[in-house]
């Protein structure tokens, strides 16, 4: 074995303890968001500020203002509501994980630096990999799921710099990061190696990047979904009359209100879906290079075509009049399936022309 070959080996072992240090870091920030939701279901400032009053809405404080000639006068200050898709309700947006407890929030701001660091680390462990082999990190799934992972916890990392509030996302997506590395280091864990020739193309950067950036931000998406749908079924039980169990107001009433969550989701499905239709064109445009057909029906195209159409139809459902809000929802989270579907079930279950090194 030559002195680059070894080396390239070397690298590649980096790589591995690098991910691994990650995993190490991304559990420590996934039991400090623990700690935050814990804290926060103690805060009275919590259950406080999400509930909901008689007629649906938050109340407003007064203020007073001098009149002329002498005297005050009481005015109402505007509310600041968040109206729902549907406007059956204006509910306002819950406090957050902590619920106002200071040392909820302490444990929150801790869990968003250890993310950070952990991002950091993984990112080197990919960039490792890939000067490892000298190639793009995205030959096999493997690293397909380092990379994807990284590229998700960076988009709420983003989030976070441009001050949106999204450190509701913290828990779920650390949780997710965690199965998504282990199922990757246990069983799709493939040796680093070269390309074959069909993927020796400036289009790998391309086509494989922008599927990797789509899919990290759907799954942001599809994460405000399914909150959406247990906090619109919260909201609706109390607007209702009924009475959800402590669990359920401890939890639901500190995230953003449903209509919120739903926004959230529907503006990034709706900014990611152009870039979505770009990678199906780079792909068969890759596909008319290396193959010498643009379209062949391969499993990996078809899916990737369905789950186009998913996304559509979603975003088609949401300026359709009685589809808007939980019908809408159920059409994204369907669309995200057939993502994962693409990617995992395609990959394992099904023979493709863009099955390459194992797994």
Request: charge should be positive; glycine fraction near 10%.
């Amino acid at each position: 074995m030559n002195l680059a070959a070894a080396n390239n080996e070397s690298l590649a072992e980096v790589s591995n303890v690098l991910i691994y240090s990650a995993m190490a870091v991304y559990t420590l920030a996934f039991l400090a968001h623990i700690a935050e939701w814990t804290f926060g279901s103690r805060s009275k400032v919590g259950r406080t500020a999400a509930a909901l009053t008689a007629n649906g809405t938050a109340a407003a404080p007064k203020i007073q203002v001098a009149r002329k000639g002498g005297g005050t006068a009481v005015l109402e200050r505007p509310k600041v509501v968040t109206r729902s898709s549907t406007g059956a309700r204006d509910v306002p947006d819950g406090p957050g994980a902590a619920g106002g407890d200071q040392q909820g929030d302490m444990y929150g701001r801790i869990a968003v630096s250890l993310t950070a660091l952990a991002f950091l680390i993984e990112a080197a462990g990919v960039v490792t990999r890939a000067v490892s082999v000298q190639r793009a990190p995205w030959g096999n799934m493997y690293e397909f799921s380092t990379t994807f992972s990284t590229v998700a916890v960076g988009a709420y990392l983003g989030f976070l710099l441009a001050k949106k509030n999204v450190r509701w996302i913290g828990l779920p997506l650390v949780t997710t990061v965690l199965l998504d590395l282990g199922i990757a280091t246990t069983w799709l864990y493939t040796e680093s190696d070269q390309l074959v020739p069909a993927l020796h193309s400036y289009w790998l950067w391309i086509h494989v990047s922008t599927a990797i950036f789509c899919g990290a931000v759907f799954y942001l998406g599809a994460v405000a979904t399914v909150l959406y749908l247990f906090r619109d079924s919260y909201e609706n039980k109390l607007a209702s009359g009924g009475n959800p169990g402590s669990f359920a107001r401890s939890v639901l009433e500190r995230l953003p209100a449903a209509a919120s969550l739903d926004k959230f989701a529907y503006r990034i499905n709706a900014a990611i879906f152009p870039l979505w239709t770009f990678t199906i064109i780079a792909g068969a445009i890759w596909a008319g290079d290396a193959w010498g057909r643009y379209w062949g029906w391969d499993a990996k195209e078809v899916w990737s075509f369905i789950t186009w159409v998913a996304y559509a139809a979603y975003l088609h459902a949401r300026a359709t009049a009685g589809w808007k809000g939980r019908k809408a929802a159920y059409i994204a989270l369907i669309a995200f399936a057939c993502f994962l579907f693409n990617y995992y079930g395609v990959n394992l279950f099904v023979n493709s022309l863009h099955g390459y090194a194992g797994v």
